[in-house]
Every structure is written in structure tokens, then in C-alpha cells.
């Protein structure tokens, strides 16, 4: 990544979440059991996807995409996070941390799209279930997954691209444990004008966009599941959308209380960030482990299995 040639700051200061060594020690041992098991946990649900065949189905093709995200959003701040727990020097570099930014909004916009799709999949599968097979293909599929990706990526670009050439002369100091492009505006000896009007339209857009899509969606699906006479089958129908709705208010609560804080560098405004960022990459495959009956059946197939070729 390029800078401006006239940037007199080469590197930033991460002031992370506490300056007590006691209580850093402490956060090291909990966000470092955090990813573990965020690793762990989306890593087996990717595996658990491939390797059992009733699973390959749209809605766990699109399940598997956002495991990955999870991954690819917490991999790319609790490692530094990590480090700086542990080290006495808590520099980032311009480049590292513009990369953070970047990979920042590539996995949180994608996510965001990639939630619509499935809410729309959910849609499809509770309000038309005789027309699913023809309505969601495998063509179609593969078009808004990695349309999801690809709208993810020129949402971080644009946004990242007129950051390149931001000069940085004042405060080196950012009051998070994390590079975020607002953190990167009050840092700069530049216009941002440019740059908050384009960080500003891209987050309503996409929020906006993917939210009206969620919302419509789900609309619908509790319109059909209210017509449904039979309590069972509301319950029944209900259940396979329930898992999904639950990731959609962590992903779209955590986000909304953590970019409408006042306060910069607060300390409600950290807490809120972890939730987003730490803790919701965490929780989403438990969400769709624990709330759902396929996926532990399919869990119970796969571990038969091992045992059995272990034993023979």
C-alpha cells in the first residue's frame, strides 16, 4: 500500500484495553481461549459440512461461507490484539493497520450481504417449499455468494482507496485495540471530507440495502407461518429460520450499538466492539450447532464414523 508522500507518521499506538499488566495478562488468557474456540468451532463447521453428504444443501453452502467470514473477521484483530497484550511496544504500521481496515470491511460487508441471501433462502424454503429445488440451483447459489464477496470487496476498496492517501501528522495514538477508518479521521492532517462522505453513503447503502432486504424477507416468512393452522407445523417452520434470525440481531445488534457509541474510546465503546468483533465470530456456529437438529445429527454420524475407523 501506497501513502501520501508527505505522511510524517510511519506507525500508530494501539492503546487496546487496559494499561494495568495484571488485567492485560488476565484479557490475554480470555481472548486467546476466545479464538481459539472461535477457530475451532468454525473450522469444524466448515469441516462438518464437506464431509457429511446430507448437508449439502443451499442453506449449509451458504453457512459455510459465513464460517469462513467468521474466521477471516476475527483472524484479522484479535492476533494483533493478542500480541499487544503480551509486548510492551504496541505499534501497528500505517500499512498493517490500513490492512486492518480493509480486511475489516471486506468481512463485515460481506457478512452483511451474505445474511441477506440467507435470509431470502429462508424465505424461499418456508413460503415456497414445493418450488425450492427450481427457485435456489446451484448456478444461483454460487452467483449470490460470491456476488456477496465481491460487493464485500468493492465496499472496501472504495472506502480504503482514498484512505491511502491520507497524511498522518498529529496524534499517533488510537484509543482502541483495533485500526478502524473513523479512528484513522482525527489522526490526519488531511481533508477527510472526501473520505467521511464515502465511508458515510457506503455504511447506510449497504446497511440500509441488506437490512430492507432482511426485514421484507422475514416479513413475509412470519405472514405464512401465522396462516399455518397447525401449531406443530408453525413451530416446525418456524425452527428453520430461527437459527438464522439469531446470528441476523447479534451481527446487525452488536454493529448498531457499537458504531452509534458517542464517545470515542470509551469504555461502553469497547465493550461493544468486542461484542461485534470478537465475540459474535464466536457465537455464530455454536448458534447454528446448538438450535440445530441436523447439524447434530450430522455431528453424531461423523463422530461414528471416526470411531469406527479408528477401531478397525
Given at each position: 500500500?501506497?501513502?501520501?508522500?508527505?505522511?510524517?507518521?510511519t506507525?500508530?499506538?494501539?492503546?487496546?484495553?487496559?494499561?494495568?499488566?495484571?488485567?492485560?495478562?488476565?484479557?490475554?488468557?480470555l481472548?486467546?481461549?476466545?479464538?481459539?474456540?472461535?477457530?475451532?468451532?468454525?473450522?469444524?463447521l466448515?469441516?462438518?459440512?464437506?464431509?457429511?453428504?446430507?448437508?449439502?444443501?443451499?442453506?449449509?453452502?451458504?453457512l459455510?461461507?459465513?464460517?469462513?467470514?467468521?474466521?477471516?473477521f476475527?483472524?484479522?484483530?484479535?492476533?494483533?490484539?493478542?500480541e499487544?497484550?503480551?509486548?510492551?511496544?504496541?505499534?501497528?504500521?500505517?500499512?498493517?493497520?490500513?490492512a486492518?481496515?480493509?480486511?475489516?470491511?471486506?468481512?463485515?460487508?460481506?457478512?452483511?450481504?451474505l445474511?441477506?441471501v440467507?435470509?431470502?433462502?429462508?424465505?424461499?424454503?418456508?413460503?415456497?417449499?414445493?418450488?425450492y429445488g427450481?427457485?435456489?440451483?446451484?448456478?444461483?447459489?454460487?452467483?449470490?455468494?460470491?456476488?456477496?464477496w465481491?460487493?464485500?470487496?468493492?465496499?472496501?476498496?472504495?472506502?480504503?482507496?482514498?484512505?491511502m492517501?491520507?497524511?498522518?501528522?498529529k496524534?499517533?495514538?488510537?484509543?482502541?485495540?483495533?485500526?478502524?477508518?473513523?479512528?484513522?479521521?482525527?489522526?490526519?492532517c488531511s481533508?477527510?471530507?472526501?473520505?467521511?462522505?464515502?465511508?458515510?453513503?457506503?455504511?447506510?447503502?449497504?446497511?440500509l440495502?441488506?437490512?430492507?432486504?432482511?426485514?421484507?424477507?422475514?416479513?413475509?416468512?412470519?405472514?405464512t407461518?401465522?396462516?399455518?393452522?397447525?401449531?406443530?407445523?408453525?413451530?416446525k417452520?418456524?425452527?428453520?429460520?430461527?437459527?438464522?434470525?439469531?446470528?441476523?440481531?447479534?451481527?446487525?445488534?452488536?454493529?448498531?450499538?457499537r458504531?452509534?457509541?458517542?464517545?470515542?474510546?470509551?469504555?461502553?465503546?469497547?465493550?461493544f466492539?468486542?461484542?461485534?468483533?470478537?465475540?459474535?465470530?464466536?457465537?455464530?456456529?455454536?448458534?447454528?450447532?446448538?438450535k440445530?437438529?441436523?447439524?447434530?445429527?450430522?455431528?453424531?454420524?461423523?463422530?461414528i464414523?471416526?470411531?469406527?475407523y479408528?477401531?478397525?
Amino acid at each position: 500500500m501506497s501513502l501520501g508522500n508527505n505522511s510524517a507518521v510511519t506507525e500508530f499506538i494501539l492503546l487496546g484495553l487496559s494499561a494495568d499488566p495484571h488485567i492485560q495478562a488476565l484479557l490475554f488468557v480470555l481472548f486467546l481461549v476466545i479464538y481459539l474456540q472461535t477457530l475451532l468451532g468454525n473450522l469444524t463447521l466448515l469441516l462438518l459440512i464437506r464431509a457429511d453428504s446430507s448437508l449439502h444443501t443451499p442453506m449449509y453452502f451458504f453457512l459455510s461461507h459465513l464460517a469462513s467470514l467468521n474466521l477471516c473477521f476475527s483472524s484479522a484483530t484479535v492476533p494483533k490484539l493478542l500480541e499487544n497484550l503480551l509486548s510492551q511496544n504496541k505499534t501497528i504500521s500505517v500499512q498493517g493497520c490500513l490492512a486492518q481496515v480493509f480486511f475489516l470491511f471486506e468481512s463485515g460487508s460481506t457478512e452483511a450481504f451474505l445474511l441477506s441471501v440467507m435470509a431470502y433462502d429462508r424465505y424461499v424454503a418456508i413460503c415456497h417449499p414445493l418450488l425450492y429445488g427450481q427457485k435456489i440451483s446451484n448456478k444461483l447459489c454460487n452467483g449470490l455468494v460470491w456476488g456477496s464477496w465481491g460487493l464485500g470487496f468493492l465496499d472496501a476498496l472504495i472506502n480504503i482507496l482514498p484512505a491511502m492517501s491520507l497524511d498522518f501528522c498529529k496524534d499517533q495514538s488510537i484509543p482502541h485495540y483495533s485500526c478502524e477508518l473513523p479512528s484513522l479521521f482525527p489522526l490526519s492532517c488531511s481533508d477527510v471530507s472526501t473520505n467521511f462522505t464515502i465511508l458515510l453513503c457506503s455504511s447506510l447503502l449497504n446497511g440500509l440495502v441488506t437490512c430492507v432486504l432482511i426485514v421484507f424477507s422475514y416479513t413475509l416468512i412470519v405472514s405464512t407461518i401465522l396462516s399455518i393452522s397447525s401449531s406443530s407445523c408453525r413451530s416446525k417452520a418456524f425452527s428453520t429460520c430461527s437459527s438464522h434470525l439469531t446470528a441476523v440481531l447479534l451481527f446487525y445488534g452488536s454493529a448498531f450499538l457499537r458504531y452509534f457509541t458517542p464517545t470515542s474510546g470509551s469504555p461502553l465503546e469497547l465493550v461493544f466492539s468486542v461484542l461485534y468483533g470478537v465475540v459474535t465470530p464466536l457465537v455464530n456456529p455454536l448458534i447454528y450447532s446448538l438450535k440445530n437438529n441436523e447439524v447434530k445429527a450430522a455431528v453424531r454420524r461423523t463422530l461414528i464414523k471416526c470411531l469406527q475407523y479408528s477401531g478397525s
